[in-house]
T-cell receptor
């Protein structure tokens, strides 16, 4: 079974621009979560989507948003990029939402903001 | 506020030198505790899930245990390929996942 895929793998943007990242979950998984990973803050939860609805949200500004499509694929958007948004953005999928199903991570998208 | 801490921050071992990594947590209601391994530039790779105090799980040279306040990842006779960052995470009853900062393990040949 194919794993979680994320595109693009690397991205370079400048301050003020916006960016959209994409995540395709493992086949059959309906829940997708997004995380930001930086050397200083570690892995921080952004939000989780299940059945096209945002179920949980972390403590990030409104510039960070996401959505999920009917095929469970998800996109994350960051508007008005800041230097501090440079990070590895990870997507994770799991079977459902109301369970302790394990999250499986994708390889991440490395975003550099200049 | 739910919190996860890990110690040590970094650990260097000689090949074959067994040791343990610690994950301490405070959580409003524990649904599960997860261990992941992360190699540089890659996404975390799932290792174990533990659900209740007293539970233990093993995989090759790794063994994870859980108490009411902490979890240990025991590494027996490690090899250089075990070098990675090991992450601990808890899931609370609100379905949120909180990750610890990780332990960076280096195993020298």
């Amino acid at each position: 079974k194919a794993g979680v895929t994320q595109t693009p793998r690397y991205l370079i943007k400048t301050r003020g621009q916006q960016v959209t990242l994409s995540c395709s979950p493992i086949s059959g998984h309906r829940s997708v979560s997004w995380y930001q990973q930086t050397p200083g803050q570690g892995l921080q939860f952004l939000f989780e989507y299940f059945s096209e609805t945002q179920r949980n949200k972390g403590n990030f500004p409104g510039r960070f948003s996401g959505r999920q499509f009917s095929n469970s694929r998800s996109e994350m958007n960051v508007s008005t990029l800041e230097l501090g948004d440079s990070a590895l953005y990870l997507c994770a999928s799991r079977t459902g939402y109301s369970s302790t199903d394990t999250q499986y991570f994708g390889p991440g998208t490395r975003l550099t903001v200049l | 506020e739910d919190q996860v801490t890990q110690s040590p921050e970094a650990l260097r071992l000689q090949e074959g030198e067994s040791s343990s990594l610690n994950c301490s947590y405070t959580v409003s209601g524990l649904r599960g505790l997860f261990w992941y391994r992360q190699d540089p530039g890659k996404g975390p790779e799932f290792l174990f899930t533990l659900y209740s105090a007293g539970e233990e799980k093993e995989k090759e040279r790794l063994k994870a245990t859980l108490t009411k306040k902490e979890s240990f990842l025991h590494i027996t006779a490690p090899k250089p390929e075990d070098s990675a960052t090991y992450l601990c995470a808890v899931q609370n009853y609100g379905q949120n996942f909180v990750f610890g900062p990780g332990t960076r393990l280096s195993v020298l040949p």
